[in-house]
């Protein structure tokens, strides 16, 4: 039986790891390639990384990051931020990374995810969703609109129609991120989770609002999320991946043990 | 040195990295003539068998593989190479390299899980294996290790001695084969921490008698 995936994400600005509240206020917390070798070595199941650099001409700094992390840790890791053509998809791949995420690209050019699974395989294509609770209407009958460029432009598209349709446009798996839970760490989002979960055929990664153990487990098992993103709940070390692991194994929740 | 085959098959290089990071010299080629110099080969891979067969053939590979393999090295397949050296693939109908007796079936529709819940096509992400029969390949290696895998298809041998360890996802699989001087892995082993690594060292330091 597959092990639920817990997977620490670091937001790499210009090289360094930042953490921020709500895509605002992001402070300087290290070193994305010692801080993913800290995360493999505690447990980690897989690591994602989120380019936020906003200059287009610094953006070869996140190549060598990738770079850096693949020669010292052997598990799955996606990069995710300012992918938008399947060039810049290759130079992710090809710099060690297993996968890659689309998120505001896809939406304005859907066909990134179509070539991107032609190109390199669906395994490696990651659909990000940021998405924002606006209340059920004609246009947005899940509730859940899909929001971009860090949450602030509505796009007027439904999560649920989305997460269908980049399936079936070749997406491998779904990250998912609630902008209202993110920074909150009072707990995922599990409607919205459940909801897209219960939806598609491959793999949904829940993301924002993790703060304590049991919002894994809540989400791992309620949420019907195959894995979990983590951020300042062990960041800041509060909590390690091993103690979340452990907590949810005595919940009944399989997860990968030995590492 | 150890040659990993290079046929356009995905991303080698993270299996070349993993290689020297367990202590021993890779390189990834094509070239027939350094391929057959080689004390041991890789034989990865990702994508479909149809197109891996193909090139396999442009590159005058699949020769090769099987001559390296007559000689007595050692070769270690992984994923798609695992696959390949099979009978016959579902995937595009293939004719594979025939290494090992048996053919590559597809996770068959509507799979479940113990607990009935709907399993996911491909099988990806962390499982367990069963060894079911003892290999220096599983020095350091127990029942309580994962693995990564990503994969649609799973290899079927004929005969239930080549396989030395199961896996189980709806269906129980052989995700570890052990063929004469060959050993192959349906999960990847470079992506599966130190548990992959410790295989991966393990390969690289088999003799076969």
């Known amino acids: 039986m597959l092990s639920k995936r817990i997977i620490p994400c670091l ?85 060690g990374a297993e996968k890659v995420s689309v998120n505001s690209a896809a939406v304005k050019d859907p066909e990134i995810i179509s070539k991107g699974a032609e190109a390199f395989g669906s395994q490696c294509i990651v659909l990000g969703m940021d998405v924002k609770y606006v209340g059920k209407k004609y246009s947005i009958p899940s509730g859940y609109e899909i929001v971009i460029n860090g949450g602030r432009i509505y796009t007027g598209i439904d999560a649920l129609k989305w997460a269908i349709r980049a399936q079936e446009l070749g997406a491998g798996e779904i990250c998912l991120n609630s902008i209202d839970a993110d920074g909150t760490q009072k707990g995922y989002e599990l409607n919205l989770t459940s909801l897209i979960a219960e939806n598609v055929l491959i793999p949904v990664i829940a993301s924002g609002g993790a703060g304590k153990p049991k919002h894994l487990s809540d989400v791992l098992t309620k949420g019907k999320a195959d894995a979990a993103l983590i951020a300042s709940m062990v960041h800041y070390g509060t909590y390690s991946v091993s103690e979340i692991k452990s907590f949810l194994d005595y919940c009944g929740v399989k997860v990968r043990k030995k590492w | 040195m150890i040659a990993i085959i290079d046929y356009d098959a995905g991303n080698l290089a993270s299996v070349a990295r993993a290689v020297s990071y367990v202590g021993f010299k890779a390189i990834i ?22 197109s891996a067969m193909d090139s396999l053939k442009r590159l005058g590979l699949d020769k ?13 397949g992984i994923c798609l190479g695992t696959q390949i050296i099979m009978g016959k693939s579902e995937e595009n109908d293939t004719q594979c390299l025939k290494i090992v007796n048996g053919n590559v079936q597809a996770f068959p529709a509507g799979i479940r899980s113990e607990n009935n819940c709907r399993l996911k096509i491909p099988h990806m992400g962390w499982n367990g294996i069963k060894i079911i029969k003892n290999h220096p390949v599983f020095s350091g290696v127990g029942n309580d290790d994962e ?30 084969i052990g063929f004469k001087n060959i050993i192959a892995t349906q999960f990847h082993l470079e992506k599966s921490g130190k548990s992959g690594l410790t295989m991966l060292k393990n390969f690289c330091e088999w003799e076969p008698c």
């Open chain 1, 11 to 95: 937001d790499v600005r210009e090289g360094r790891t930042t953490k921020g509240i709500k895509f605002k206020d992001n402070v300087d917390i290290g070193d994305p390639v010692d801080m993913a070798r800290f995360y493999y070595e505690e447990g980690a199941d897989e690591i994602v990384f989120y380019d936020i650099t906003a200059s287009h001409e610094k953006r070869n700094i996140m190549i060598e990051v990738v770079r850096r992390v693949a020669e010292i840790i052997f598990i799955p890791f996606s990069v995710g931020g300012g992918i938008r053509t399947v060039n810049d998809m290759r130079s992710v791949l090809l710099a």
């Open chain 2, 64 to 76: 090769i593989i099987l001559d390296v393999f007559k000689r007595g090295k050692p070769v270690l």
């Open chain 2, 147 to 176: 693995f990564y895998f990503v994969h649609g298809f799973y290899p079927d041998p004929v005969n239930k001695e080549d396989i030395l360890a199961t896996t189980d996802y709806g269906i129980t699989f052989a995700s570890v």
């Open chain 2, 29 to 50: 080629t094509n070239d027939k003539f350094l391929i057959k110099k080689a004390d041991r080969i890789i034989f990865p891979g990702v994508g479909a068998a149809g």
